[in-house]
């Protein structure tokens, strides 16, 4: 699977970004997708996850309550819908394709995007 991620930038604290995932490939409605951010010097961490139909969505403690995972599997796209940004959520935004029907951990992860930045101005 080849992901193409988009819609990162620059907005404001408490605003929103909506982030987009294209896949290519048929196995993209058979697998787990997920986010991952990443800042410098740091590991990539867990941000969500989604099952293969969209029925389970995990999400890490940080971002409950305000980000919302989903997937089209009609357009191969993946979603990731972020509200109420703050300062600590800015980094580099990575879409990832499950190895099998779930993402919850890197461990889950077959491929990866190319990544998107997230910046937050206070």
């Known amino acids: 699977v080849q992901l193409q991620a988009s819609g990162g930038g620059l907005v404001q604290a408490g605003g929103s970004l909506r982030l987009s995932c294209a896949a290519s490939?048929?196995?993209?409605?058979?697998?787990?997708m997920g986010w991952f951010r990443q800042d410098p010097g740091k590991e990539r961490a867990f941000v969500a996850g989604?099952?293969?139909?969209?029925?389970?969505?995990y999400y890490a403690d940080s971002v409950k309550g305000r980000f919302t995972i989903s997937r089209d599997n009609a357009k191969n796209t993946v979603y990731l819908q972020m509200n109420s940004l703050k300062p600590e959520d800015p980094a580099v935004y990575y879409c990832?394709?499950?190895?099998?029907?779930?993402?919850?951990?890197?461990?889950?992860?077959?491929?990866w995007g190319q990544g998107t930045q997230v910046t937050v101005s206070s």
């Open positions: 490939g048929r196995t993209f409605s058979s697998i787990g």
């Open positions: 990832a394709a499950g190895r099998t029907m779930l993402v919850r951990s890197a461990t889950d992860v077959g491929s």
């Open positions: 989604i099952g293969w139909n969209g029925g389970s969505k």
